[in-house]
């Protein structure tokens, strides 16, 4: 009996390892596509608006599924290959730190963003919470997070 359950905690303490990890993949590709030109408070702005999706009742609750959410990420619509490794590694060290709960909050509770050189049709509906290098940043007015 004790080699059955040192089995189920072995494949537990695995399948948690591989969810870590895809969680890691999907939040640093992210911040890379969108934020990586952007320094180390742009790529941390676009991972918080991730963390606050995934803590929404309104969204997925795993970070890949909020990437991977249909028309979310414009990105995500024909993924383009990562062609700076050291930049790709310089924001996956601060998607470990997001990850591990350290900057929480940093966006005010930003649900979206945009660049600053556009102006979507939404984004008249919702509240901007920061500007930050080229990503203007929005929070749910008090109406939508009801």
């Not at 999907?26 to 963390?51: F, I, P």
């Amino acid at each position: 009996m004790d080699n059955v359950l040192l089995i189920i905690l072995a494949s537990a303490s695995l399948n948690a390892a591989a969810g870590y990890k895809d969680e890691l993949r999907c939040m640093t590709v992210n911040a890379y596509h969108e934020a990586r030109s952007e320094g180390k408070m742009g790529a941390l702005m676009v991972m918080d608006t991730v963390m606050n999706r995934k803590a929404s009742p309104l969204y997925p609750n795993t970070v890949c599924r909020v990437v991977y959410q249909k028309i979310q990420f414009s990105w995500t619509m024909n993924p383009p290959k990562v062609r700076n490794r050291a930049e790709y590694n310089r924001i996956k060290k601060l998607a470990v730190e997001v990850l591990a709960g350290k900057w929480l909050g940093i966006s005010d509770g930003s649900m979206f963003y945009h660049a600053r050189s556009i102006t979507p049709y939404w984004a008249k509906s919702y509240v901007v919470t920061k500007t930050i290098n080229n990503h203007r940043f929005y929070g749910l007015t008090e109406e939508k997070k009801e």
